[in-house]
């Protein structure tokens, strides 16, 4: 896959698509090589959440407008060059491992963000990230479920994509089309659960909503040791039973916290008046943790760095990322949580992490989320495939030092995957497409991702046969196998 010549013949090709592009991109744009004598821009843009079976670039072009992209995918096509465009460089999918030595158009210059009063709708460049996103809506005094598309306010406004009205992009022939309900319809309903496999968005239209509380969100963090595992996933499975649109929860795995080993992190966020929340607070409180941080209450864009001990704080930071850089996952969904399955699964991080203490880290973080208007929505409006169909959210972790010792993180992965596969209470794998094809040892079925149902996947392709005959944007979750 991508460019597989010499050593010399790349360089040469780095240094022609350099002097060749650069001519005909506006005058601030840059194309960056791996070899420049400065490296700073080259490294910024090529720094990734993981290392793991990462894509590896030849050049990173930044563009400055939406005509740079259109240039860039005009000539890369010319040339039979594989390219591939980048936003927060945030995904895990191993897919990406197949694109080796092609361009990477760096599209976090593209953040740009419109608001339309009288529609409610926020536009937002191709390349911004979620946080710039939910500071812009914070300010207009509005709010709308954030994440890659599933995120807490998803029991309100269903998944982000769900409230996508439009999206400008860019197609495999270099063509520019708009999205919507009235214009390539048939495309619209692709972009929403598939959309990396058919163009570069260059910009999305979102509706959005008044803020509920004033923007204010309570959060709670509570701590369990271990052997309260059975009681802490029973109560987890009983409140989701009738859990509020108001309430999202977050299980993670903490090595140490606060001087003590092997901790079960439970994280409430309330995002209604505080008082409603106290009876589902109160089931968790009753449990006994061995530390409650007890109630903060904070502006929304906050949320991600207050919640869970604000480790986020740390973990959002690029330059930290290379501190732990092989982060391999493995996802699933599950109906309800296995009483069993949960419990030896972090009694085995635990042991693992006893190990390997000196050599890899194993974590895990699982998402609880309302369902509400996810689930008003009709199943085939979207080609989201899980809206019935994903409970709860997995993300199993490990991160070895060193890639000498991959296979016992790989393995440990995919036998916990397994394992909550035939406990999830579906009897098969449906996973969550941005959490998909975490290791490379364990393949996700292209069903796994876009719904078993034959008629999903049969119009998925179609659909990429007429946008994109060629198959070139291959690399995320493809798909058409390769
Ligand atoms: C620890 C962790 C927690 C997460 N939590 C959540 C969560 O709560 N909710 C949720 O929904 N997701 C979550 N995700 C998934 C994450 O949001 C996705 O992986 C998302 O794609 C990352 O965005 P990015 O811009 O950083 O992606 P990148 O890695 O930059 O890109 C991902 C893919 O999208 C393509 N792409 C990038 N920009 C464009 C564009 N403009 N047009 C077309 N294609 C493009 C890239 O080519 C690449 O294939 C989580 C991931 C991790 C690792």
């Not at 963090?221 to 039973?241: I, M």
């Not at 493995?330 to 399955?341: N, P």
């Not at 085995?348 to 190990?355: A, C, D, I, R, T």
Request: hydrophobic content about 35%; proline content about 5%; aromatic content about 12%.
């Amino acid at each position: 896959m991508g460019c597989q010549q010499s050593g010399d013949d790349l360089v040469s090709l780095a240094v022609t698509i350099r002097t060749e592009l650069e001519r005909k991109l506006s005058n601030k744009a840059r194309v960056h090589l791996p070899f420049d004598e400065d490296k700073t821009e080259f490294e910024k843009a090529n720094l990734r959440f993981t290392q793991y079976e990462r894509p590896t670039y030849l050049a990173i072009v930044d563009p400055v407008c939406e005509n740079d992209v259109i240039e860039v995918v005009k000539y890369a096509r010319e040339k039979g060059i594989p390219f591939t465009p980048r936003g927060g460089h945030h995904s895990v999918t191993t897919t990406m491992g197949r694109f080796q030595n092609g361009m990477c158009i760096n599209m976090r210059p593209l953040n740009q963000m419109r608001w339309d009063a009288g529609k409610r709708h926020v536009t937002i460049g191709g390349g911004a990230i979620t946080d710039e996103f939910v500071r812009f809506v914070h300010d207009l005094g509005m709010e709308v479920t954030f994440g890659a598309g599933l995120g807490r306010l998803q029991g309100k406004y269903g998944f982000l994509n769900d409230n996508m009205i439009s999206c400008k992009l860019v197609l495999a022939d270099g063509s520019m089309v708009v999205a919507s309900k009235n214009s390539h319809p048939d495309l619209f309903w692709g972009l929403r659960g598939a959309g990396h496999n058919f163009g570069i968005a260059l910009e999305a239209t979102f509706q959005v909503y008044p803020q509920a509380n004033g923007g204010i969100h309570h959060t709670w963090d509570l701590e369990y040791t271990l052997d309260q595992c059975d009681e802490v996933f029973r109560t987890l499975n009983s409140v989701y039973e009738s859990m509020p649109a108001e309430l999202a929860i977050f299980v993670l795995w903490l090595r140490r916290s606060s001087g003590r080993k092997h901790i079960i992190l439970v994280n409430l966020v309330w995002s209604g008046a505080a008082a409603d929340a106290d009876p589902y607070v109160q089931r968790f409180e009753s449990l006994e943790p061995v530390l409650s941080s007890g109630r903060k209450s904070i502006p929304w864009p906050e949320l991600p760095y207050a919640t869970y001990k604000e480790m986020n704080k740390l973990f959002c930071k690029p330059e930290i990322w290379l501190r732990g850089p092989y982060k391999m996952m493995g996802a699933a969904c599950v109906e309800t949580f296995d009483l069993k399955t949960t419990r030896e699964f972090f009694e085995s991080v635990k042991s693992m992490s006893e190990k390997w203490e000196d050599r890899g880290w194993f974590s895990a973080m699982f998402e609880c989320l309302p369902d509400q208007r996810v689930r008003e929505i009709s199943d085939d409006a979207t080609a989201f495939p899980w809206r019935g169909g994903s409970n709860h959210f997995l993300m199993l972790n490990a991160t070895p030092k060193r890639m000498e010792d991959r296979k016992v993180f790989e393995d440990h992965l995919n036998y916990w995957k397994r394992r909550f596969i035939d406990t999830s209470g579906y009897g098969r794998l449906q996973q969550y497409v941005s959490y998909g094809n975490g290791t490379s040892t364990m393949k996700d079925p292209p069903e796994a991702l876009y719904g078993y149902e034959p008629w999903r996947l049969e119009k998925l392709r179609n659909l990429k046969q007429k946008y994109d005959p060629d198959n070139v944007f291959r690399w995320y979750q493809p798909l058409l196998e390769s």
